[in-house]
Structures are given as structure tokens and as C-alpha cells.
């Protein structure tokens, strides 16, 4: 597959030829940089959806730099940019995944309809089972029969147990008996998915809860992580959703789908800038290899290369 560099490269492809667009049709050229071309910078970086603050704060670091004489180039603006990028990425240390004392480590994947979580779910199964782990997997979108039978088919595609009840039955009990069943295997990750959600249905959202408490039922320490599916094409409106998420619990990790998909890219930055919540992996492609770790410095070096 290459490089996890050329991974990302592919990936943001999108959302790079936007930034270098922006920045060469605003200021190549240009004798002096006015109000207007900072404003219309500013829209542009937004459109990425960098989200207001980070697009505000890199306008305000390209002003300065600018002013100082330290930029001549588009590629120092670039440069200005990755650095900002990196700073704000890195502004906390990703906390590594809380791994289950005995037993398997839980991982309850949650997210709106259509971000992709069930796909995700299996392709984070692959990326597991690459690794030399055993991994179980619970259908618990018991709202979809589409749902069960897509997970089941990708477990018999990867020939990785999964623990389904019936269309319209008790998700919450599917999970039980998933963390029971994981743990007679053996198993080192269960991941258990669970029916989309908008974040707006309160009654949707406190059946969440119910599968959470049911999950600690079964294993007191579970679920050891919370992981929120976005689709990245969704733009701003993922910023939204990881907010209204995290009022229900604690999301302890963001999975960005179709990412390759859009010129939305920035996405991610916007997240982790106002909410802090890490980026756990990214998806890049359709198939089960295109689901990868997030590396902040492959990440930056992809956007601005």
C-alpha cells in the first residue's frame, strides 16, 4: 500500500489542490496583501472546514508572519500552516487506548446514521486482526436487519466471530452476551456496533446509555472506550455531532470516514481544537487496508505537501 505518508497523501488529496488553490488565486501576485484578501483567506480556510477559530487563528499567524517579512512564497505560506496545524494537534498528548486488566478490551462504536460505523467496525476488526489480535465482533444495530447481516457477512469475510441477535430485538442484551461471549474466546478486542442515531432523538440517545450500563453489567470495566464514527464529508456539521455526543458520555476517540472523499479535510483539526477529542484512525478508501491509525505529522505533512 506504500507509505502511511502516501496513505494520507492519496487520502487529502482533495482538500490539499483546496488550500493551494486558495492560497495561490489570493495573494500570487499580489504586491500588498489587503482586508479583503485576509477576509476572503479566512472564508476560504473555512470552506475546508478548519472550523472558525483555527481558520481565524492561521489567518492571524499568516498576518504576522507576512508583516514580519517571513513570507515571499505560497510555500511559506504552507510552511506557516503546517506549523500552526502541528501546534494545535499537538497541543495535548493523546491519552494511549485503556486497555482491559483481564478480558477483552471493549470498544462500543456510536455515531449518526450513514457515517459509515458499520463498515468501520469491521475494517478496525481487520486492523486488529493484522496485528496478530483476536477479535470478536457484536451486530448490536439490531434497528437495520440490513445491519446484522452486513456485519455477519463481514465476519465471515475476515473469519472473525460475531455475535448478532434478531432485527427489532434488545441491542443492550446483544452486547451482554457479546462481552460473555468474547470473553470465553479469549478474545483481545470486542467491538460492538450499534445502530446509527441522530443526535437530536433523545429517546435514541438514552437507549446509548442503557447499552452502556448493560456493558458493565457483564464487565465492570466496560466499555473501555467510546469511539465516535463522523463522516468527514459531513463538514462543520461533524463538529456538531462529536459536541452532542459528548454530552451523553465520555468519547475517548473520533474514527473520521471518507475522508478521501472530500475537501473537507480540516475537519479534524477543528474537532480536536475545540472539543479535544483524539482522532483514533482514518478512513481513507473502501477497502479493509484503508482504514488506518491517525498520524498527526503524516496528517499535516499531506495537507500542506
Known amino acids: 500500500m506504500g507509505s502511511l505518508f502516501d496513505f494520507f497523501k492519496r487520502g487529502l488529496e482533495r482538500t490539499t489542490t483546496s488550500l493551494r488553490r486558495s ?3 489570493l495573494f500570487g501576485g ?13 472564508d476560504a480556510l473555512i470552506a475546508t472546514d478548519l472550523g472558525v477559530t483555527v481558520s481565524q487563528d492561521l489567518v492571524k499567524e499568516i498576518r504576522d508572519h507576512y508583516e514580519r ?16 496545524l502541528l501546534a494545535i494537534l499537538n497541543t495535548a498528548e493523546v491519552p494511549p487506548l485503556h486497555q482491559a486488566t483481564t478480558g477483552p478490551t471493549v470498544i462500543m462504536m456510536v455515531g449518526v ?25 457484536a451486530a448490536g444495530d439490531t434497528f437495520r436487519a440490513a445491519g446484522i447481516e452486513q456485519l ?11 455475535v448478532a441477535g434478531k432485527h427489532g ?23 460492538i456496533d450499534t445502530a446509527g442515531r441522530q443526535h437530536t432523538r433523545k429517546d435514541l440517545m438514552d437507549e446509548l446509555s442503557k447499552v452502556k450500563r448493560v456493558i458493565a453489567k457483564a464487565n465492570p470495566e466496560a466499555p473501555h472506550e467510546i469511539w465516535l464514527t463522523v463522516d468527514a464529508s459531513t463538514g462543520s456539521n461533524a463538529l456538531v455531532q462529536a459536541r452532542e455526543f459528548g454530552k451523553l458520555f465520555t468519547i475517548t476517540g473520533l ?16 474537532i480536536r481544537r475545540e472539543l479535544g477529542y483524539p482522532v483514533r484512525f482514518v478512513g481513507l478508501g473502501e477497502q479493509p487496508g484503508d482504514l488506518q491509525p491517525f498520524d498527526v505529522n503524516n ?3 499531506a495537507l500542506f505537501s
Open 69 to 84: 517579512g517571513l513570507i515571499a512564497t505560497e510555500d511559506d505560506i504552507m510552511r506557516v500552516g503546517r506549523e500552526k
Open 152 to 162: 455477519v457477512i463481514w465476519g465471515n469475510r475476515l473469519n472473525v466471530p460475531v
Open 23 to 25: 492560497f495561490a488565486s
Open 299 to 301: 496528517y499535516v505533512e
Open 169 to 191: 430485538g434488545d441491542a443492550a442484551a446483544v452486547a451482554f452476551d457479546a462481552v460473555k461471549s468474547a470473553t470465553q474466546k479469549q478474545a483481545d478486542y470486542l467491538f
Open 113 to 137: 446514521n450513514g457515517s459509515g460505523k458499520t463498515t468501520t467496525t469491521a475494517k478496525l476488526a481487520y486492523y486488529f486482526q493484522q496485528q496478530g489480535k483476536k477479535v470478536v465482533l
Open 30 to 42: 499580489a504586491s500588498s496583501w489587503s482586508e479583503e484578501n485576509y477576509a476572503r483567506l479566512e
Open 255 to 270: 474514527v473520521l470516514t471518507k475522508l478521501d472523499g472530500t475537501g473537507k479535510g480540516g475537519v479534524a483539526v477543528a
